[in-house]
């Protein structure tokens, strides 16, 4: 089991720009800050493949839903100290007494393989305008050795390892301060001791507000609507961008032959800033037109990420989309009607 909890609950305060006040220069972070904090669990759950990821202190629940694509996670939990606040999208911010009892049950009775846990680096504040905390609700912050101390006195308490990190990079020459979040990354050490176990007597410790099941990718049938979704959504994107180019008349014959019916599209387009996953998919077999019809070599289409993450080669690709969307004789390439403007 996995267990991410954010001490104090800070997710959106610090995301953007910080107004300059007394000579400070503006605090901008690229990703936003909450963001970052999202993908470094996101890619812990990649690297180690968790079953069980609970998220304590979820409030808006955003980082459930970005974890809940994840193929090897079978069950996803959530958990809030007000209910109020968890209907509402709030966060919940823990105060020192709530804190004290916290390694008990975390570490102690749940005891799970891996805890992140994550929270403002008081040292870092120094660069904002003048203030106490990051927000009024705030009950404490600690500095980088406050949370140094605590984290590993906690991790030779329940025999865990930790390792200090965080996200959030300084500006230029203020490296001294260290990243604007803390994160701490505790493991269970492989022999550890049985931890104490806390005894309720039967009472609930936990009161569920509600739960979802989603359907897994691990399931075939949804699996496949997922891929025909995909695929189709990629199928049309690349569609629309031809019809704007053949309204441009900017079609070009791809021979000298005129008996040679198969065209390519090309456009004026303002061209984007590619990324990673554009420029692999610019590597791939262009769209083409033959007559009326529409072709998307599959090539091109498992390079889009999400697909690939999902079918990983063509094979498995043209497996999902058999006698679900039309293809060409070969089988290499989706077929569609380049007039048809319907929605997939």
Request: aromatic share 10%.
């Amino acid at each position: 089991m996995f267990v991410n909890f954010q001490c104090n609950g800070v997710l959106d305060v610090v995301d953007g720009n910080v107004d300059e006040v007394s000579n400070k220069k503006i605090i901008k972070f690229n990703p936003p800050l909450y963001k970052q904090r999202y993908q470094f669990v996101k890619n812990l759950v990649e690297q180690h493949q968790p079953k069980k990821v609970a998220d304590l202190g979820c409030g808006d629940v955003c980082l459930l839903v970005i974890l809940k694509y994840q193929k090897c996670i079978e069950e996803l939990v959530g958990v809030d100290i007000n209910e109020g606040r968890l209907k509402w999208n709030g966060i919940e911010h823990f105060d020192s007494e709530d804190l004290a009892k916290f390694p008990e049950v975390v570490f102690g009775y749940m005891s799970p393989a891996m805890i992140v846990i994550s929270t403002p680096n008081s040292d870092f504040n120094s660069l904002f305008p003048s203030t106490v905390f990051r927000d009024s609700d705030h009950k404490f912050e600690w500095s980088r050795m406050q949370f140094q101390t605590w984290a590993l006195d906690v991790a030779n308490r329940y025999s865990y390892s930790v390792e200090l990190t965080g996200v959030g990079e300084p500006p230029a020459g203020a490296e001294d301060v260290g990243c604007c979040t803390q994160i701490g990354v505790f493991r269970k050490k492989a022999k550890a001791a049985e931890p104490a176990v806390l005894e309720h007597h039967g009472e609930h410790v936990y009161e569920v507000i509600y739960t979802t099941s989603y359907p897994s990718l691990q399931q075939m049938n949804y699996c496949r609507r997922v891929v025909t979704y995909l695929v189709y959504r990629e199928v049309n994107r690349m569609k629309r961008r031809c019809q704007v180019s053949l309204r441009q008349h900017e079609l070009e014959p791809e021979s000298a032959d005129p008996g040679n019916p198969t065209r390519k599209f090309i456009s004026d387009l303002p061209v984007p800033v590619l990324t990673e996953a554009d420029k692999a998919m610019e590597m791939t077999p262009q769209p083409f037109c033959i007559g009326d019809k529409f072709y998307v070599p599959l090539e091109r289409i498992i390079a889009c990420p999400r697909l690939r993450h999902i079918c990983g080669n063509v094979e498995k690709l043209r497996e999902f989309l058999a006698d679900v969307v039309e293809l060409n004789c070969d089988g290499s390439a989706v077929k569609v009607d380049l007039h048809d403007c319907g929605d997939y």
